[in-house]
């Protein structure tokens, strides 16, 4: 994700003749024990505000 994240970055968006800057924010977490769908994504998305409240433009990860 950080690669990704550092590519878009660092890529010019060229908008009618000119280019505008793109960030992206990730949230992740993996599958623990016992996880269904929806406490994942519960926690995926914890991180994403996570990122963005932290200054956005940011991958954060899901304590273990």
């Given at each position: 994700c950080e690669r990704i994240r550092a590519a878009i970055a660092t890529s010019?968006?060229?908008v009618e003749?000119?280019?505008v800057p793109v960030t992206v924010s990730c949230g992740l977490t993996g599958f623990r024990p016992g996880d269904g769908v929806r406490s994942a994504f519960a926690r995926a998305d914890a991180a994403l505000y996570a990122a963005k409240r932290g200054g956005r433009n940011?991958?954060?990860a899901a304590d273990s």
């Open positions: 010019e968006f060229a003749g000119g280019s940011r991958c954060v």
